[in-house]
């Protein structure tokens, strides 16, 4: 019958992974389950129209009689996923970049201090325009003859290589479209030493005889496939985000543009919106207190756009316009994201657990500005951890020490009353109280501490510092699994010792159950983040040496307590030395009945003394036997 039960919760244990795991799905689609067939030749793939700004905005900058050319804007839609022109390559300190002049877009962008999964010799590809996974950054002007991600662009010079020379600040690369209707567009990129931020600039020069009012837009084009090193344990956030001051951070999910349901705010003077992915982003940063639309849409199975929309105002015949939009294309680094726009570093995502993720990640990287190693760091910050909750641990750990005492008590408990539960549940209580023991004591505190645990389970999990970060020996990138294992056979092992120091449970289904958990945790611990097993790994060492001291501090309380009874019962109940009982001769077979009557009173006599007697007076006693020896026995007899 108990095999039975536990065949059935390790059924059920494993119907609720599989539902789990189909649930993570519901909420996080994959490209193949949410648009079946969208990865396909590039041919049977349309590119998307340009946006269109709102009356909004519209009416923000437009004026009376005056035509900004929007309505009769050319939404055509091309053959083609992209079309193919010239490659422009720029090599800086921090990124390898690849404009093509078709659209003047960054079709290709490598982050040179973060390697490949596939290879380490190469960059990892942010912005890429392959068939199977793409994710480009587009930007244009709307109006009529104005180009736009489509246009074909010149460059200005006949430079088709760029590379960041010693002292050199910065790249520019200079764009130009065809001149129509008077109207001379420049494209202009900026590239900066030491930033991932790449400045946008369009340079509108109105040469004709009337007046335009043109929009810009800066957009972000890409799959909803995952990225190639996402975890396939821990699912992490894969698409657009925005934040404004009113609404602050937002997640625009590509399921709810699957089904036109996304909720966002559209007009605002301050802000940005993103892509996200796991440990990097791109996003259009906008200057604060100017007129911005944002938007984001599905275009097609498996194309998604998510931008912004800004007004240029009105050009006057020849007078000329800038604007410039800031792009970020890098790793998520909490520490310089906040300094690039307000609410930039919540794209590190941590769910609700922020307020507690962002400390504990500020004094993580405390310690590895002291150790230069984020493998010592965790040990650090889970050793502090530790220390701030000891005395909720200690008191747990009192609870369970005070229960595994008591355990063989409680046994015989249930045995007395196995055949009447209510009554053992009752006899048990009153125990508990009679022995001043909560039952829940060593779960309360525990209860107190999870968030705090799972609020530094996804700060490791969501820290791109850790990515290719070396802790020691044959652990090279603490992002990834342990390659051999090690550290998660170490932990299953700290688990099993752990269960140990616990209080066994009566139920044996249930002890059956706490001997099959450390084996079945240490299967998830070898697909974790080998970061995030040192963690787990460090925080069992530091709990089961805080549980065996207590342990063993009441165990041997117990024990000398129980010795103390013991040896207290034993004085109490101790019979007369044996050297006095030895010098009481053996009565005869023939006895006489006087001298039994005498020696049964000398004993009661002795007893309620209750005082051990000296040795002067041991003699005395024997006097009576003494006496009786010296009586005939026969002529006893005779008398009577």
Not at 221 to 226: E, S
Not at 310 to 335: D, H, R, S, V, W
Not at 616 to 634: D, E, S
């Amino acid at each position: 019958m108990e095999t039975k039960k536990l065949v059935l919760i390790i059924i059920f244990s494993t119907s609720l992974l599989f539902l789990w795991d189909a649930w993570q799905k519901e909420l996080y689609p994959s490209a193949s389950q949410v648009m079946p067939g969208a990865v396909s030749n590039s041919s049977n793939q349309r590119h998307d129209p340009l946006p269109v700004p709102g009356d909004e905005l519209s009416s923000s900058t437009g004026e009376p009689g005056i035509s900004s050319g929007i309505e009769n804007g050319n939404p055509s839609v091309t053959p083609n996923l992209f079309t193919i022109g010239e490659k422009i390559h720029i090599k800086t300190d921090m990124v390898v970049a690849e404009i093509d002049t078709a659209g003047g877009d960054i079709r290709q962008l490598g982050l040179i201090q973060h390697p490949s999964r596939e290879d380490k010799n190469k960059p990892y590809e942010l912005l890429l325009d392959k068939t199977a996974r793409f994710h480009v950054a587009q930007s244009g002007l709307i109006g009529d003859g104005l180009p736009n991600h489509k246009t074909k662009y010149t460059i200005d010079s006949n430079n088709y290589s760029y590379e960041l020379e010693p002292g050199q600040d910065k790249i520019v690369i200079r764009l130009l479209a065809p001149e129509m209707d008077g109207i001379q567009v420049a494209k202009i990129y900026t590239f900066h030493r030491g930033s991932y931020v790449i400045d946008v600039n369009f340079e509108i020069e109105n040469h004709s005889d009337t007046t335009i009012i043109p929009f810009s837009y800066f957009q972000m084009f890409r799959d909803a496939n995952d990225p190639t090193d996402a975890s396939t344990m821990v699912h992490s956030y894969t698409g657009a985000a925005m934040y404004t001051e009113a609404d602050k951070f937002l997640k625009i999910k590509f399921s709810d543009l699957d089904k036109n349901k996304a909720e966002y705010p559209t007009n605002a003077d301050n802000g940005w919106i993103a892509m996200l992915e796991h440990y990097f982003l791109t996003a259009w940063l906008p200057a604060q207190n100017t007129p911005r639309e944002y938007y984001a849409k599905q275009l097609a199975p498996n194309q998604y756009t998510a931008g912004v929309i800004a007004p240029l105002g009105t050009i006057e015949p020849g007078q000329t316009k800038n604007i410039t939009m800031p792009f970020y294309a890098g790793p998520q680094e909490q520490n310089k994201l906040a300094e690039l726009a307000p609410g930039l570093e919540l794209t590190v995502d941590y769910g609700w657990l922020t307020v507690l993720a962002v400390p504990l990640f500020w004094l993580l990287s405390f310690y590895h500005s002291w150790t230069d190693n984020w493998g010592a760091a965790i040990i650090l910050l889970t050793l502090t951890v530790k220390l701030i909750f000891f005395p909720l641990s200690a008191a747990g750990y009192r609870s369970m020490a005070k229960l595994r005492v008591v355990t063989p008590k409680l046994q015989r408990i249930r045995e007395q009353y196995a055949s009447d539960r209510q009554r053992m549940h009752q006899a048990m209580m009153e125990f508990y109280k009679e022995e001043k023991i909560n039952p829940m004591g060593g779960c309360l505190p525990i209860l107190v501490q999870i968030p705090v645990f799972i609020a530094l389970f996804w700060t490791l999990m969501a820290a791109v510092e850790l990515r290719y970060a070396p802790f020691a020996l044959w652990i090279t990138d603490m992002s990834v699994p342990d390659p051999y294992y090690v550290l998660p056979v170490i932990m299953g092992v700290s688990m099993w010792i752990q269960s140990k120091l616990s209080p066994t449970p009566a139920d044996p289904m249930q002890a059956k159950v706490m001997q099959i958990m450390p084996i079945a945790f240490s299967i998830f611990f070898f697909f974790f983040p080998s970061g995030l097993v040192l963690y787990s790994l460090c925080n069992n060492i530091l709990s089961i040496t805080q549980q065996w001291q207590i342990t063993r501090m009441y165990e041997n309380k117990a024990e000398e307590e129980a010795n103390k009874d013991k040896n207290k019962k034993k004085r109490k109940d101790k019979p007369e030395p044996p050297k006095e009982e030895l010098q009481l001769p053996a009565p005869s077979a023939v006895g006489d009945k006087n001298t039994v009557k005498e020696e049964v009173i000398s004993t009661e006599d002795t007893e309620q003394n209750d005082t051990l007697q000296s040795p002067a007076t041991v003699p005395t006693k024997n006097k009576v036997p003494a006496k009786t020896k010296n009586t005939p026995v026969g002529k006893k007899t005779k008398k009577k």
